[in-house]
């Protein structure tokens, strides 16, 4: 089983920057791809971005594609979210998802944090 908790959460200003982290617990981290979803009030949890097994594939959501970044650093156990050209509406609350391959839906998660709210002030 895989323990995942998020941090760097925050309010920040249209045009700022964050950075999410996730730590992960277990010695299994690095058999796992690696996620970040996010839900807005009122809306359906949506995919952000992943990354795969060794950090070499990544995939990112159309809307975030050139600001997000996602990468992970299996020797300690954490996947990061570095977020620039913060808008209003990446206003949510922002999950770290684990599962056995790379996933764009929540249905191929198997393992959830318990979110981190990201907040963007215009």
């Known amino acids: 089983q895989v323990q995942l908790v998020e941090s760097g959460g925050g309010l920040v200003q249209a045009g700022g920057s964050l950075r999410l982290s996730c730590a992960a617990s277990g010695r299994t981290f690095s058999s796992y791809a690696m996620g970040w979803f996010r839900q807005a009030l009122g809306k359906e949890r949506e995919f952000v971005a992943a990354?795969?097994?060794?950090?070499?594939?990544?995939a990112y959501a159309d809307s975030v594609k050139g600001r997000f970044t996602i990468s992970r650093e299996n020797a300690k156990n954490t996947v990061l979210l570095q977020m620039n050209s913060l808008k209003p509406e990446d206003t949510a609350v922002y999950y770290c998802?684990?599962?056995?391959?790379?996933?764009?839906?929540?249905?191929?998660?198997?393992?959830w944090g318990r979110g981190t709210q990201v907040t963007v002030s215009s």
């Open positions: 990354i795969g097994r060794t950090g070499s594939y990544t």
């Open positions: 998802a684990a599962g056995s391959s790379i996933a764009t839906r929540t249905t191929g998660i198997d393992y």
